[in-house]
């Protein structure tokens, strides 16, 4: 089980840049694949990056030209590096694994706003 504990949000200015951390404890995390997720506010939790056990990313959605996932393995540490922000990004961020679990961290927000 991969039990994640998000960072790294805040208050950002349009156009601006942010670097998630996604710490996790528990084991295999190098053997699954993880996913950073996000929940606009009244909206549904959505997939916008992937990452494979071998490090192979996939993004979805919007932000798929501006989001870059990386993970550390020996750190069991998960990042996502955002850029070029817009308001619409405004959301509470978590990491999971892919298909997610049932069980969720308390994700990090991310508030795009001048």
């Known amino acids: 089980q991969v039990q994640p504990v998000e960072s790294g949000g805040g208050l950002v200015q349009p156009g601006g840049s942010l670097r998630l951390s996604c710490a996790t404890s528990?084991?295999?995390?190098?053997?699954?694949?993880m996913g950073w997720y996000r929940q606009p506010p009244g909206k549904q939790r959505d997939l916008v990056a992937r990452?494979?056990?071998?490090?192979?990313?996939t993004y979805f959605g919007d932000m798929k030209d501006r989001v870059t996932i990386s993970r550390d393995n020996a750190k069991n540490t998960l990042y996502l590096q955002m850029r070029n922000l817009r308001p619409e990004d405004t959301a509470v961020y978590y990491c999971?694994?892919?298909?997610?679990?049932?069980?969720w961290g308390q994700g990090t927000q991310v508030t795009v706003s001048s």
């Open positions: 990452i494979s056990s071998t490090g192979s990313a």
């Open positions: 528990g084991s295999h995390f190098s053997a699954r694949a």
């Open positions: 999971n694994i892919v298909p997610a679990a049932a069980d």
